[in-house]
């Protein structure tokens, strides 16, 4: 799918050449070990690189150049898997093959190499006004999640479920840590990811793989380095005590987490056949739990699960009214006895892995899809397709969901309410 050339000990190129579309779609990605301190830094450095540079010191006229590039789509983000904080470069231009002018992808190179490599700078470091004002953005979006109830109960499960640990770890850090951030300690982080991250590049489009690794080569001068991203080692957690919290703030709906440990993870053999489980268990709209717990008997306003793969966690999102708590949890518990029981239709288990099929396909149908998803999957098979992977859903029968089932054991009940707890 994906060819990869090393450009460097611990920077690899990896490069889709197709013409499945009319465009040029770039990522850039700094890996690094997930800390709260370091991630409160690298978040702010994502917004200060691309709010200005030594070339656009102002977000407009950065803008502007962009427009003139035909609209080409340039943008930093930050984020987390695993144990790992991940900074990335995104880049969308057109293809200079359907354009009468050529020069458009150079010139997104040129800036992105500016992007990187230039940043605005005065008395050897960054900008004390452009730091203040994305260390505000950063702190907005973390407080944001307090407005947000759903989001906020999630965080409060996997802060009580996995504390101390890169599960309840943000991708932003901590109000506190980006408060304590300076212009020097900016550059310290800024000159660290430069120098010692783990870089994977992804190029999709209909590019010529010769010229590619040339430019890279030409004009980002990326030096070796010895970071190696190391899968985190799952605890399985020997659950004996299901522990129960109740929060209460001026709400109406209350927002109901059901959190379970498994010690199947991302790097499990039984990943696919855990994703199936959590497809038929409350992943989809014909799932156990959307049916019986929210249709059959009213008892939620929403319901699902997830499954965090990385940290062993399956977990129930529910909205139910707050008196309804001991009832919803017991219905959500007793959809989970039914899948160890191989209580499974085969017509459920179909309607499952069609979806997961549809979900993985429709992903594929965009170049940025096909990069999450190979970076994501690439340390399985180098060769990854979707349709191997859909292979493996297909291969799970109603006993492996029996066995997965039984392997998913009960942690923690937390309801956020405007109820006294």
């Known amino acids: 799918m994906f060819k990869k050339v090393v450009l460097q000990k611990g920077v690899n190129l990896y490069i889709r050449q197709t013409e499945q579309f009319k465009t040029i779609t770039m990522s850039i990605k700094w890996i690094s070990e997930l800390d709260a301190k370091q991630a409160a830094h690298r978040a702010v450095l994502s917004n200060v690189?691309?709010?200005?540079?030594?070339?656009?010191?102002?977000?407009?006229?950065?803008?502007?150049?962009?427009?003139?590039?035909?609209?080409?789509?340039?943008?930093?983000?930050?984020?987390k898997r695993d144990n790992t904080h991940i900074i990335s470069l995104?880049?969308?231009?057109v293809n200079d093959e359907y354009l009468?002018?050529?020069?458009?992808?150079?010139?997104?190179?040129?800036?992105?190499?500016?992007?990187?490599?230039?940043?605005?700078f005065k008395d050897g470091t960054f900008d004390e006004s452009v730091l203040r004002r994305e260390k505000r953005t950063v702190i907005e979006r973390i407080r944001s999640i307090y407005d947000d109830k759903a989001r906020y109960a999630h965080k409060r499960m996997f802060d009580l479920m996995r504390p101390n640990s890169p599960a309840s770890i943000s991708a932003n850090g901590t109000e506190e840590d980006v408060e304590s951030i300076t212009g020097a300690t900016l550059l310290d982080t800024y000159e660290n990811m430069l120098k010692n991250d783990a870089v994977d590049i992804y190029i999709v489009g209909d590019v010529k793989e010769e010229e590619i690794v040339e430019k890279f080569k030409e004009m980002f001068n990326f030096q070796e380095?010895?970071?190696?991203?190391?899968?985190?080692?799952?605890?399985?957690?020997?659950?004996?005590?299901?522990?129960?919290?109740?929060?209460?703030?001026?709400?109406?709906?209350?927002?109901?987490?059901?959190?379970?440990?498994?010690?199947?993870?991302?790097?499990?053999?039984d990943y696919p056949k855990m994703q199936v489980t959590n497809g038929v268990f409350g992943g989809f709209a014909h799932s156990k739990?959307?049916?019986?717990?929210?249709?059959?008997?009213?008892?939620?306003?929403?319901?699902?699960?997830?499954?965090?793969?990385?940290?062993?966690?399956?977990?129930?999102?529910?909205?139910?009214?707050?008196?309804?708590?001991?009832?919803?949890?017991?219905?959500?518990?007793?959809?989970?006895?039914?899948?160890?029981?191989?209580?499974?239709?085969?017509?459920?288990?179909?309607?499952?892995?069609?979806?997961?099929?549809?979900?993985?396909?429709?992903?594929?149908?965009?170049?940025?899809?096909?990069?999450?998803?190979?970076?994501?999957?690439?340390?399985?098979?180098?060769?990854?397709?979707?349709?191997?992977?859909?292979?493996?859903?297909?291969?799970?029968?109603?006993?492996?969901?029996?066995?997965?089932?039984?392997?998913?054991?009960?942690?923690?009940?937390?309801?956020?309410?405007?109820?006294?707890a």
């Open 90 to 93: 995104n880049m969308e231009c």
């Open 225 to 269: 380095r010895e970071f190696v991203r190391k899968p985190s080692e799952l605890d399985v957690y020997d659950v004996k005590d299901v522990k129960t919290t109740f929060e209460k703030q001026d709400m109406k709906q209350g927002k109901l987490q059901v959190g379970y440990s498994t010690p199947v993870s991302f790097y499990h053999p």
């Open 289 to 420: 739990l959307f049916m019986n717990v929210r249709e059959k008997e009213s008892m939620a306003y929403t319901v699902n699960s997830a499954y965090a793969a990385y940290y062993g966690v399956v977990y129930v999102m529910a909205g139910i009214d707050a008196e309804l708590e001991e009832k919803a949890v017991k219905l959500i518990g007793e959809q989970l006895d039914a899948l160890k029981n191989g209580d499974v239709t085969n017509t459920e288990l179909e309607q499952t892995v069609a979806l997961l099929s549809n979900s993985i396909r429709s992903a594929f149908d965009s170049a940025r899809g096909q990069i999450e998803i190979y970076d994501q999957y690439k340390y399985f098979d180098a060769d990854f397709s979707a349709d191997k992977w859909i292979a493996q859903w297909k291969a799970v029968t109603i006993e492996d969901i029996k066995q997965m089932a039984s392997q998913i054991k009960l942690e923690l009940i937390y309801l956020l309410s405007g109820r006294e």
């Open 100 to 120: 009468s002018t050529d020069g458009v992808f150079n010139d997104a190179l040129k800036m992105i190499q500016t992007v990187i490599f230039k940043p605005n």
């Open 49 to 79: 690189l691309q709010d200005s540079n030594a070339e656009y010191r102002e977000q407009s006229e950065l803008r502007k150049a962009l427009d003139e590039l035909y609209g080409t789509v340039l943008y930093l983000d930050a984020s």
